[in-house]
């Protein structure tokens, strides 16, 4: 109880760097991994550590608006790099701003739009940061919960530069309170990291990690990983089944790909903003599109979430949202 | 276990208020209260809000080096300025560098000195910050561990301009390891404070916050405190005790004030990196006194603390120290 180590309690940075490399065949010891209290703090300690004011970052457009705020928040100049059905495109990036310091990307996991980023973007991503010595931030969240297609390892285990800083938070897997994350650093870059943190916060609470730890090594994460697979799984399915019912006319879902989320394009003449308004005013919480877009703008459509839904509460928000898109639709010119 | 407020867990923050309120006179309700992991992530997130680079911050002289680590990586030149028996001394600051920032003092506990700063200078400094434009950050470590003189109220509790940022650590309370702590922060500051944390990091761990509510407000927390007044009490008869016995001659003990350690003065000829350096290889944990100043100069002493030693180590640790002294003096021309 009375100290800890910067890097994190060994343990749990033993049990975590043991669990990455078999499920995601990230290549690293325990001495290159950093536990943190999630993907913002562990974003904000290397921002701070590797971004100077006015630095250009490359961020997914679309993407997740808090890491978007952050950077921002750091003095970067964020240059939205576009997101197909392959993932960031690098060529777009480099005609964009070539010299960038540092890309974000969610390789396994696109948020918002659901998909995974190509082998061969993976290979250009890190040809362009070898080139330009810049960082690529792995945010490899919600990786093992995939509902199409096959799994890619992270991106981290094709880099033999040092120049890929792999993410991931347990505040996703098991709940948003505990507050634990950890990233793994590539190795020239962990001595700087410690002493980084612990002068701005000393270490990570050891009660909680050592909980953690214990719960990884009995195996109770992979359970409950497999137990919520099967969940979400019945989560889409309700999702998919009542859209098809209900939506028909007013508004397409995509199909779930990885993440707990997809997108449901607006029929022409519903407009987004008023479509996300009134939903929420019928407390269906949803996100507008054009909220995560950066630099493009896209159809008009709404993020929608199965991750703090019951089934129960996704058939009848579907058929709620129904109504609401019909009472736009009947108005549409 | 789903969300969090980015300035913490409520009803710990109400506890929080009701308890400095009625133990410290420090004036804030619950609204003015972020939970933070300490006092070192405290002085962070306002350094990242209120400091520019090249800005000037008065430091107690001497005075904690993790807390002059930090201000330093965050580009501020810091301004030593000297503290005698009575505390920091405005005037002091005031001939060295007018126009600071920013000033840190621990005014009920002076860290490593245990002297109190006196009504006088407190409002002095209160004079100095209005003038300014200056912020205080009082660190109130340990200010419930008085061992002589009167206790006063938290200098938070004199400040009617606002300028006073009021900062405490269940770290130093209960466990290190715990990483839970808090600011109150003037009212107009409250509404940055909360977005910069939701940026930054989002909210603190809820299990760990509602775990420590409930100590707190099922009076263990008092209890607690009073249970550990007895053993400091304890420790520090200890040590003195056998200082007289042993040390006499060779290093002189400055009384326990607040907190829990004491100045163990050097005879003359005993230098005090040898004697630090020898200690430490007998396993005895001091701090030399001149790796806590800053721009002055002080007569040879070490550090000694009472706050992880049991009596019965103590007893060994100054029949041990008096040896390495003695034999030190020996050599002494």
Redesign the interface.
Known sequence: ????EPLGFRPLREAIAHQIAAERGVRCTADEVLIT??T??SL?LMARLLLDPSDRVWMEDPGYV?IT??LR?HGAEVVGVEVDSDGIDCEVGRRRCRSARLVYVTPSCQFPLGCTLSLQRRLALLDWALEEGAWIFEDDYDSQLRFAGRPLAALQSLDTSGAVIYSNSFNKML??????GFLVVPEHLIDAVAA?RS??????????QATLCEFITQGHMEQHMRRMRELYELRFETLMRSARRYLDGFMELSSPGAGLQVIGWLAPGIGEDEAWHQAAEQGISTIALSQLTIDRSMPAGLVLGVG?ASVRGISRGVRQLAQVLRRLRSRAP
Chains 1, 2 share one sequence.
Do not use: C, E, K, M
């Open positions: 109880l009375t100290h800890g209290s999630g913002q703090a904000d808090g705020s952050l928040a709940f948003t309170s505990l507050r634990l980084a002068v701005i916060d000393r270490f990570p609470s050891v009660p909680d703090s």
